[in-house]
């Protein structure tokens, strides 16, 4: 029998293991995908420190994978209705198992808050199979919605990866329109992927503060009017310099991408009088911070969002954006970088300091 290789999280802050295991049976409607990249991203970082409650460890990450279908049983039809074959090279939604019948499903139309919702890399476990990115191949439930993709490269994907249906979620709550000048905290994959696609949504300059200076550098590049550096600049000249781009108004709407809840705050500081903050980077709890009620939000007449996760709707939309030249150019300017399966911990360690712009594992580099 086929032994698969998978980097294997064992717990909160223990070392990624390199582990073999079975090749499944296949149950009906289900597939096996031979995976050519799988994405290390700010979750895995989440995942590695325990900052995420309810993670069945261990687990194999990767909740962002491209790949080819190497084995179906049954029928596999993607949202148009086209049969799925194996050879066939997809991708698919890392989120499984929403119910679509619950309240929030239903009536808020909120699937992301569905309480019966699994992701694949993140809540189901070595105990629920080959359920994770960061291995030679994944089973893919049924259920599981795919998608096939015509692109000239697999990195033409990944470049977006996890952060595009997140921005693309995000611009969709900021409700950006032609004309508007945008604020971007945070230069990270999402806010780098938010200045993307607030420029096409129509802003008309899109501005960044972020850090460190090359992620700055991608972000001018991808199309940030102006950009800086919040290491070498404190929150007061932070707040001066959007004012000083903007007619001393604000920015129309501020997208906070950052994971530091300080930036909450900012945002609103940095959001004109009766303008729009959308929060997207608090995926996990970095506690409290404190802010005027009156000065930041009331008198200001602001309007506050929060924003989770994605939904098939976004992650339907980045592939065909990534399908298509005329968008997808800009996210080839951001850098990647390949690792081998044995050297996932490198990744996920390059990607908790900043040092890499998005890390890919590729299981087919040889092992040392």
Not at 26 to 36: C, D, F, K, Q, W
Not at 158 to 181: K, N, Y
Not at 308 to 329: C, E, I, N, P, V
């Amino acid at each position: 029998m086929n032994r698969i290789l998978a980097a294997v999280m064992p717990g909160p802050g223990l070392p990624i293991e390199i582990r073999e295991f079975p090749q499944p049976a296949l149950e009906v409607g289900a597939a096996m995908m031979s995976v050519t990249l799988s994405e290390v991203c700010g979750t895995d970082v989440h995942l590695h420190s325990g900052r995420l409650a309810n993670v069945p460890y261990p687990i194999i990450p990767g909740h962002v994978s491209v790949g080819i279908l190497s084995e179906i049983r049954g029928s596999l039809v993607d949202v148009d209705g086209r049969r799925l074959r194996e050879g066939d090279f997809v991708s698919f939604l890392d989120v499984h198992g929403t119910c679509g019948r619950c309240w929030y499903c239903a009536v808020a139309h909120a699937t992301t808050r569905c309480p019966q919702r699994k992701v694949y890399g993140v809540t189901y476990g070595v105990e629920d199979g080959l359920a994770g990115g960061w291995a030679q191949t994944i089973y893919l439930k049924p259920e599981t919605r795919c998608i096939s993709l015509e692109l000239p490269n697999p990195e033409t994907f990944m470049a977006g990866g996890c952060s595009l249906p997140t921005a693309l979620h995000a611009v969709q709550r900021a409700e950006i329109s032609i004309g508007d000048t945008v604020l971007v905290l945070g230069s990270g994959p999402v806010g780098l992927s938010i200045i993307i696609c607030s420029l096409l949504r129509g802003a008309n300059r899109v501005l960044c503060i972020g850090g460190p200076a090359a992620r700055l550098r991608t972000a001018l590049k991808v199309g940030a009017h102006a950009a800086l550096d919040f290491l070498e600049h404190q929150d007061t000249e932070q707040i001066e310099w959007v004012h000083q781009l903007t007619h001393g108004r604000g920015a129309d709407i501020t997208l906070e991408a950052t994971g530091d809840p300080t930036a909450v705050a900012k945002a609103m500081r940095c959001t004109r009088d009766a303008g729009r903050v959308v929060v997207v980077g608090q995926y996990t709890d970095h506690g409290e911070v404190p802010f005027n009620p009156h000065l930041d939000l009331n008198m200001k007449h602001l309007e506050v969002r929060g924003c989770w996760g994605a939904d098939f709707s976004h992650f339907y939309r980045a592939a065909q954006l990534m399908s298509d030249t005329r968008f997808s150019t800009r996210w080839s300017l951001i850098p990647l970088k390949r690792y081998s399966l044995q050297n996932a911990g490198a990744a996920l360690a390059s990607v908790a300091q900043g040092a890499d712009h998005k890390a890919l594992i590729d299981p087919h580099l040889p092992m040392a």
